[in-house]
């Protein structure tokens, strides 16, 4: 099999995963709250407890435990076999089961003070929960985004300062170019799970930096390095972080306001009784899950955007603008991407535009910088 037939069957299978997990998640649910289960769970729950804080906490803990059964699950196939099957991963089972559990209680904790939030909200405010809600996602993202690079990153990958001088000295002409302070960029030991390379501009505020993978600084030369960099500043110079921060409320506004206004008006129909009904909880998620479904090719769409965005800068301001086409070239081979995936598949799931689209683009800049 070529490469690029390879890469495409990996794409694929990966996807048909994803859309398996969430369709099965519906089905579940769905399943759920027709057969009566959900109504039946609630009234257990209230045999147990009087308080519907803990009935809640309850109900939900049960719920939890089979779609987490159901993600892990998935997350085995598509994040542990198929990436051994593609010889992508360097895990373990164990290494792979250790940073799964790591992940579940990272998980853990910063769901529950969300969905204790949640739960408060739509008991003081059944009509008007969703702009609390959405204020609070908005609070929440912020706070993450702060503490995520020093706090819970490194529960997962050892982050140390790039400190090759050649590579210091190009980016910290790059970085002054682009007003960015440097204080952070750090290489992580991605290598340790997979043979995977990346690179990302994270972080806000004391905690904004620029990782790059050691498979990246390892496997590429010091221009690719620099047109990797030259990218990730180009996220920073066009605020692409606060932008999405914004967009990202906007969209959990959107996605809470859309499941409201249908669960209003299918509940009484279904058994349940409004809002602060907790056997309707299941019927809100499914409704959830179907406004991100409407909301995400737009997300996908002013992604793309910003990638492309910041690849026009990486062309400009690198001293190789070639360097950047060898850079997409690697990244795609050592990744496995497909690089001329279906239109209607990039369109709806992809965040970043195909690889062929990019260089064409890349190529197009050079040409016309050259005029
Ligand atoms: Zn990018």
Same mark, same amino acid.
């Given at each position: 099999?070529?490469?690029?037939?390879?890469?495409?069957?990996?794409?694929?299978?990966?996807?048909?995963?994803?859309?398996?997990?969430?369709?099965?998640?519906?089905?579940?649910?769905?399943?759920?709250?027709?057969?009566?289960?959900?109504?039946?769970?609630?009234?257990?729950?209230?045999?147990?407890?009087?308080?519907?804080?803990?009935?809640?906490?309850?109900?939900?803990?049960?719920?939890?435990?089979?779609?987490?059964?159901?993600?892990?699950?998935?997350?085995?196939?598509?994040?542990?076999?198929?990436?051994?099957?593609?010889?992508?991963?360097?895990?373990?089972?164990?290494?792979?089961?250790?940073?799964?559990?790591?992940?579940?209680?990272?998980?853990?904790?910063?769901?529950?003070?969300?969905?204790?939030?949640?739960?408060?909200?739509?008991?003081?405010?059944?009509?008007?929960?969703?702009?609390?809600?959405?204020?609070?996602?908005?609070?929440?993202?912020?706070?993450?985004?702060?503490?995520?690079?020093?706090?819970?990153?490194?529960?997962?990958?050892?982050?140390e300062p790039v400190d090759n001088p050649e590579i210091l000295e190009r980016m910290q002409k790059l970085a002054k170019k682009g007003k960015f302070t440097l204080k952070g960029i750090f290489r992580?030991?991605?290598?340790?799970?997979?043979?995977?390379?990346?690179a990302?501009?994270?972080?806000?505020?004391?905690?904004?930096r620029i990782?790059l993978?050691?498979?990246l600084l390892?496997?590429f030369s010091a221009d690719e390095i620099e047109a990797v960099f030259a990218?990730e500043v180009?996220?920073?110079?066009?605020?692409?972080?606060?932008?999405?921060?914004?967009?990202?409320?906007?969209?959990?506004?959107?996605?809470?306001?859309?499941?409201?206004?249908?669960?209003?008006?299918?509940?009484?129909?279904?058994?349940?009784?409004?809002?602060? $009904?907790?056997?309707?909880?299941?019927?809100?998620?499914?409704?959830?899950?179907?406004?991100?479904?409407?909301?995400?090719?737009?997300?996908?769409?002013?992604?793309?955007?910003?990638?492309?965005?910041? $690849?026009?800068?990486a062309?400009?301001n690198s001293s190789n603008?070639?360097a950047?086409?060898?850079?997409?070239?690697?990244?795609?081979?050592?990744?496995?991407?497909?690089?001329?995936?279906?239109?209607?598949?990039?369109?709806?799931?992809?965040?970043?535009?195909?690889? $062929?689209?990019?260089?064409?683009?890349?190529? $197009?800049?050079?040409?016309?910088?050259?005029?």
């Amino acid at each position: 099999m070529t490469d690029k037939s390879k890469a495409k069957q990996y794409e694929r299978i990966k996807l048909i995963l994803s859309l398996s997990e969430t369709a099965l998640i519906i089905i579940l649910l769905v399943y759920f709250i027709f057969s009566g289960l959900s109504i039946e769970l609630k009234n257990r729950v209230l045999t147990i407890t009087d308080s519907i804080y803990a009935g809640f906490f309850i109900y939900v803990a049960a719920l939890a435990v089979v779609l987490t059964a159901i993600s892990v699950i998935f997350s085995f196939i598509s994040g542990y076999y198929f990436e051994h099957r593609y010889h992508l991963s360097n895990q373990s089972f164990w290494a792979w089961t250790w940073e799964t559990f790591k992940g579940l209680v990272v998980g853990l904790v910063l769901s529950i003070p969300l969905l204790f939030l949640f739960f408060y909200f739509i008991n003081r405010f059944p009509q008007t929960w969703w702009i609390w809600m959405g204020a609070a996602m908005f609070v929440f993202s912020v706070l993450l985004s702060r503490i995520a690079p020093q706090v819970i990153f490194p529960l997962f990958y050892k982050f140390e300062p790039v400190d090759n001088p050649e590579i210091l000295e190009r980016m910290q002409k790059l970085a002054k170019k682009g007003k960015f302070t440097l204080k952070g960029i750090f290489r992580f030991n991605m290598s340790k799970d997979t043979v995977k390379a990346n690179a990302a501009f994270t972080g806000i505020g004391k905690s904004k930096r620029i990782i790059l993978g050691d498979n990246l600084l390892n496997s590429f030369s010091a221009d690719e390095i620099e047109a990797v960099f030259a990218h990730e500043v180009g996220h920073f110079v066009h605020l692409h972080i606060l932008i999405r921060l914004f967009t990202g409320t906007f969209s959990s506004f959107l996605i809470f306001f859309l499941a409201d206004f249908l669960y209003n008006i299918f509940d009484n129909s279904l058994g349940f009784n409004g809002i602060t $009904d907790m056997a309707g909880l299941p019927l809100l998620v499914v409704l959830m899950i179907l406004a991100g479904f409407v909301i995400t090719p737009f997300d996908n769409a002013l992604s793309r955007h910003h990638e492309r965005q910041a $690849d026009r800068y990486a062309v400009l301001n690198s001293s190789n603008p070639q360097a950047f086409i060898t850079s997409m070239k690697k990244l795609s081979d050592i990744n496995l991407a497909d690089t001329k995936p279906n239109a209607v598949v990039e369109f709806l799931f992809h965040g970043h535009p195909a690889i $062929d689209k990019r260089i064409r683009f890349a190529n $197009d800049i050079i040409n016309e910088s050259q005029k």
